[in-house]
């Protein structure tokens, strides 16, 4: 008798043993899983805003100072006026986010491409987005509403940038 008591003892122990062992093989498949996607969505964030920002630091380079830099300014496009091959000629950026019908196949719902378009080629997709907002404000500080208009493009002297990226996987309703 003793002896069935102790293998029924045992099977017991065993088996918490094992459900333990389980669910911390789960625990931490979930924490993986979280940790990728924040590291995945850090990684797109980054390399975006460092593009972006990037640009909009050199945003007028060799353009004469009687020229206006800022061509287009609304809440979610940008166009201003650069010379990126450094060589005489002057350059448009529009910068701009497309619409989410465009990723309708991501389980994000609010994932939407950012666009790059120098002059008259083709729009590149650069990056994706879920929120890109710009602020465009005045040497004092007030802020223009948006679109701004053209008589108002060259008191814009400050840009600010909110931009949201997030996991792709994510599913949104």
Same mark, same amino acid.
């Given at each position: ?12 122990? =065993? ?31 980054? =390399? ?13 380079? =060799? ?34 986010? =497309?619409?989410? $019908? ?7 719902? %609010?994932?939407?491409? %950012? ?5 008259? $080629? $083709? ?51």
């Amino acid at each position: 008798m003793s002896v069935l008591l102790d293998i029924i003892g045992s099977m017991f122990l =065993g088996g918490i043993l094992l459900l333990t062992v389980i669910d911390a093989n789960q625990i931490a498949s979930e924490n993986y899983s979280v940790y990728n996607g924040d590291m995945l969505v850090q990684e797109l964030l980054i =390399g975006t805003a460092q593009m972006l920002e990037g640009e909009l630091r050199n945003m007028g380079y =060799g353009v004469p100072e009687t020229e206006g830099t800022i061509v287009q300014a609304d809440t979610n496009r940008i166009g201003f006026l650069i010379d990126l091959g450094r060589d005489g000629s002057i350059d448009t950026i529009r910068y701009y986010v =497309g619409l989410p $019908a465009e990723m309708s196949k991501t389980m994000n719902k %609010l994932d939407r491409f %950012l666009y790059r378009k120098v002059n008259n $080629a $083709a729009a590149l997709k650069v990056g994706v987005v879920t929120i890109l907002r710009f602020r465009f404000l005045t040497i004092d500080g007030e802020q223009l509403p948006t679109p701004v208009v053209s008589t108002r493009l060259s008191e814009a002297n400050i840009v600010e940038i909110t931009m949201e990226v997030q996991n792709p996987y994510a599913e949104n309703r």
